[in-house]
């Protein structure tokens, strides 16, 4: 790709006069625009001739990094490879074309797979009921939180308006929970990176009468396992509180154990995630909400009609490609990649939380401090080597966290290839210090000033026809 031939905005190619484009005779007459509702100048669009616009539009693609492209160790992300059945599937004009307002006569086949999909997520979750109208995982955690509400205030117990979150949870967490007007008590994790009970056994018998929900991800998102489920969810029970499961990370869990036999009440699923379709840079998501037997008519209304569709289209074909036997080996998988990693590494990168993790783990930087190479250099040395960088800085426990999450779907010759170049890049930091610190040096764009980009971004192109 050469971005300096073919520049970075359209904009920049423009040329007065050059067409890209020839329109039609017109068939039907004059109509003229009233003159009040016309412009009174030219819009200022690009001048491009065809070739320079496919051309423009091709080397930007190129420069775009997906799971097609590359690997993906995004921790928290679970960007697993999306299988292009799925997008057959999905892509089928008789469910493509179909229309929220057709009438419902003559949708049968997509309301069938909406209750196939349905059934399929309580087999794998344990729970009775599920709603597909959130749009991603965090709208799916304000939903869930919605019922939680509803329900205590059918109860009549309109004080309970606290809701328990860990100090390692998602961000999104404590957002969904203030925005459904919910208060947040932070329980503290332990030394092994788990919920510390004695600290939820404190909040309980201070709190108890006014706690709504306890939220919890599992595993965690330092990929822990949190053993003590039984136990929080009989304290959270005891008192008189829901317990709330992020399924977020359902991934390791899939074929291996469910939200449901553990004690929670509720949940939701990030499909996009688990169940594989295409995400990042925003959607398209989905995040259907689970409850257990009685809790279903207290599910809100937070969107028209069904949520997103396609992506519920898609997680179906993957289900159905995988099967009961199959689906049943990606949590184990998944396990395996990501302790395979994490014991490659941990000679030269710090592990704060020792043990067998799940899906993902989480460093603490490298482990030789002395060269002053930052988490952020690594992620950025990694793109060099053509790898998309794993989430860094989050969770926010450790200064330098580096969250690594290689899913299911990676040979191991890929698996090998990440852990050759993460060794490498430790050897660099040694050497070639700089290299690193000043890295990416490969990419279309170096190292950009994050601050002055989250502070100052230029999001719009000055018009070089003022209007
Ligand atoms: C643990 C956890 N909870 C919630 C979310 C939010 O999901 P979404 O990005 O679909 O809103 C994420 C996203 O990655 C997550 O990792």
Redesign the pocket.
């Known amino acids: 790709m050469n971005n300096r031939l073919y520049g970075n905005l359209i904009f920049e190619l423009s040329k007065e006069g050059r067409r890209g484009y020839s329109l039609p005779k017109n068939r039907f007459g004059n109509y003229e625009i009233p003159t009040e509702m016309r412009r009174s100048n030219d819009a200022a669009l690009p001048e491009c001739d065809e070739p320079t616009v496919v051309r423009h539009y091709t080397n930007l693609s190129a420069n775009n990094f997906g799971v097609d492209n590359g690997f993906y160790p995004l921790g928290?992300?679970?960007m697993k490879y999306n299988p292009k059945i799925n997008e057959e599937m999905a892509a089928l004009p008789q469910f493509q074309n179909l229309h929220p307002d057709q009438p419902a006569a003559t949708t049968r086949g997509a309301q069938a797979i909406v209750e196939l999909l349905e059934r399929s997520l309580c087999a794998l979750t344990g729970l009775a009921h599920f709603t597909f109208k959130p749009y991603?995982?965090?709208?799916?955690?304000l939903t869930g939180l919605m019922v939680i509400d509803n329900y205590h205030r059918a109860q009549g117990n309109m004080q309970r308006k606290k809701v328990v979150v860990p100090d390692s949870?998602?961000g999104?967490?404590p957002a969904s929970a203030a925005v459904c007007g919910l208060e947040i008590i932070e329980v503290k994790s332990g030394a092994d990176g788990q919920v510390d009970l004695a600290d939820l056994q404190r909040i309980v018998s201070t709190e108890g009468a006014n706690i709504a929900a306890m939220m919890m991800?599992n595993p965690n998102?330092l990929g822990l396992f949190e053993t003590r489920i039984p136990e929080i969810a009989k304290l959270i029970h005891d008192c008189g509180a829901l317990m709330y499961y992020?399924g977020?990370?359902l991934n390791p869990m899939l074929g291996v154990c469910r939200p449901g036999d553990m004690g929670f009440d509720v949940m939701?699923i990030?499909l996009?995630?688990t169940f594989s379709t295409p995400?990042g840079g925003g959607g398209p998501?989905s995040?259907p909400v689970g409850v257990r037997e009685g809790l279903q008519q207290f599910f809100p209304v937070v969107s028209p009609y069904h949520g997103n569709f396609a992506v519920m289209m898609r997680a179906y074909a993957y289900i159905l490609t995988l099967g009961r036997e199959n689906v049943r080996k990606v949590g184990p998988l998944a396990t395996l990649n990501a302790n395979y990693i994490k014991e490659s590494l941990r000679d030269v990168y710090e592990l704060p939380i020792d043990g067998l993790c799940c899906h993902e783990f989480v460093f603490d930087g490298l482990k030789n401090k002395s060269t002053g190479v930052t988490t952020m250099d690594v992620a950025k040395r990694l793109l060099d080597y053509g790898y998309h960088a794993p989430t860094i800085y989050f969770p926010l426990l450790f200064h330098e966290s580096l969250m690594i999450e290689p899913t299911e779907n990676e040979s191991r010759e890929t698996i090998d290839g990440f852990i050759d170049v993460m060794r490498r890049i430790a050897e660099e930091a040694l050497t070639t210090p700089d290299e690193v610190k000043t890295a990416p040096h490969k990419t279309p764009i170096g190292r950009v000033d994050d601050v002055l980009a989250a502070k100052h971004p230029v999001v719009t192109f000055r018009q070089m026809k003022e209007e």
Do not use: L, R, V
Request: proline share 0%; charged share 10%.
């Open positions: 928290s992300c679970t991603a995982g965090a709208h799916g955690e949870a998602h999104t967490n991800t998102t992020d977020a990370n939701h990030n996009h995630k995400h998501g995040g």
